[in-house]
């Protein structure tokens, strides 16, 4: 039996592996080998040297972060025990903030068509509103979430996006600092 009909589509299939673009950074492995992968991503999606450099230049894995992931107990709970647990407390605090916040809300809204209201609920349970914007590095918890092979794309794909802020100039890597998950 015969897997390819012809020679021509043998060496047509050959010619397409070895011209196939590179792929993302695989997860795993060595650490220092998958930065190096993941530098040349962030080129090749337009981050600076300068950027990538000043970001990831000396940026180590934190086992600390993958122990805080695979920790999280939210995960074991049905929508209806977290939702329970977590809005109340902030539903009158959240009532204020859209009104104090308004304005401001509706032209978010109009620019990038996100509702007030989804953005004060994600702003009170992700960071209680502003009383807990954590302590981490940034662009270190992101490294090391995407190096981590439980969730790759989803932290490659943040941590690009942090590089993205750094190269406009928004904030430096060392002023970047968030919760453990980045």
């Not at 209680?128 to 794309?153: E, H, K, M, Q, V």
Request: aromatic residues 10%; positive net charge.
């Amino acid at each position: 039996m015969r897997v390819f009909g012809s020679k021509s589509m043998y060496l047509t299939l050959c010619l397409a592996a070895f011209a196939a673009p590179a792929s993302a950074a695989p997860c795993g492995g060595d650490f220092a080998t998958w930065l190096q992968g993941f530098k040349q991503e962030a080129a090749a999606k337009g981050i600076s040297q300068r950027t990538i450099q000043s970001a990831l230049g000396t940026v180590t894995y934190d086992p600390g972060i993958i122990a805080r992931d695979h920790a999280q107990g939210v995960f074991r709970q049905s929508f209806e025990q977290f939702s329970g647990r977590m809005v109340p407390p902030r539903l009158a605090r959240a009532r204020r903030l859209l009104q104090q916040y308004g304005a401001v809300l509706n032209r978010i809204e109009q620019q990038y068509g996100v509702p007030g209201p989804v953005i004060v609920a994600i702003w009170g349970l992700e960071t209680d509103f502003g009383a807990d914007n954590g302590r981490f590095p940034t662009i270190r918890s992101l490294a090391t979430l995407a190096y981590d092979c439980r969730r790759p794309d989803k932290f490659r794909g943040e941590l690009i996006a942090a590089l993205q802020i750094v190269d406009r100039g928004d904030m430096s890597p060392a002023d970047m600092r968030g919760a453990w998950a980045g």
